[in-house]
């Protein structure tokens, strides 16, 4: 991984619900929109910085996998794999803005290609081990907007930096 | 404001949405579940850490709700003042958390009684500013379970730390 000086070189926030739909292709022409959907789970919204690259990756999924962030049926605290639930991975790039006057910024976010490939990789990754776990991954297409639909039982929003 | 040796004093992260629905009563005993619910606006997940202070939150506030961080309808980024939209604000203790482990830990978090104190001067300056624009400032109640649906158009996820 390439020296960041501190700075993190991806960034996730985490969501719990019980409930998520997410549209993967719009409406255009005649064809309808396309969704993927799941049900008790995780949301991964995420977001890589310049600099990140494919090592990194391992331990990320594995962090966010295993961390206990989740509410189990009997009120304790779960990772996805144990509860076990499905995941939703959204990419986020919004995720890695920063104000200037009024207005945000994003120069310290990954170019598109790599940020693609990165994301192609942590979603491979992520479908291993929660494939393993009986349950699915699904996720949104890179560099698209993200119609999202959420429903929560308390969302227990998390900040995971790498 | 106490000096935090850089670390922040509190942690924010923005959502946009189309509709959005916040439990802020549990049903009990007879008594139905209530609700408080806008349409289109901004979700504020918020959380103070310990050395938080009151003169950090008309900062807070002037940036947020500043920021361009809505999509109007013609697609351009404009404020939530300028949208005009709605404003959630959802409590949100587990955004202070850090892995230690595979468990969270939250020991960075403001205490509850001055959390509740610079929540509630919070959710008061917004509605002062929100209010002026003719729209209105919906919450969470403090310390209780946030279950929440939110519907979005893309929810345009950022960070912002004071």
Do not use: W
Not at 97 to 111: E, L, S, T, V
Not at 138 to 155: A, E, F, S, W
Request: proline share 4%; glycine share 10%; with cysteine.
């Amino acid at each position: 991984m390439a020296d960041r000086g501190g700075a993190p070189a991806a960034r996730t926030v985490l969501q719990q619900c019980i409930r998520a739909r997410l549209q993967v292709k719009p409406a255009e022409g005649q064809s309808e929109a396309e969704y993927v959907q799941m049900d008790r789970g995780m949301v991964i919204y995420i977001c890589f910085f310049k600099g990140a690259t494919d090592d990194l990756l391992p331990k990320m999924v594995s962090t966010l996998l295993n961390l206990r962030l989740c509410e189990s049926s009997s009120g304790k605290m779960v990772s996805v794999l144990e509860l076990p639930g499905d995941l939703l991975i959204v990419p986020q790039a919004t995720l890695g803005g920063k104000a200037k006057g009024r207005g945000m910024q994003y120069h310290n976010n990954i170019g598109k290609e790599d940020g693609l490939r990165l994301y192609a990789s942590f979603v491979a990754l992520c479908e291993k081990e929660v494939s393993a776990a009986g349950r699915e991954v699904k996720h949104g297409t890179y560099g698209n907007r993200q119609v999202l639909m959420l429903d929560t039982n308390g969302p227990y929003t998390h900040l995971m930096e790498f």
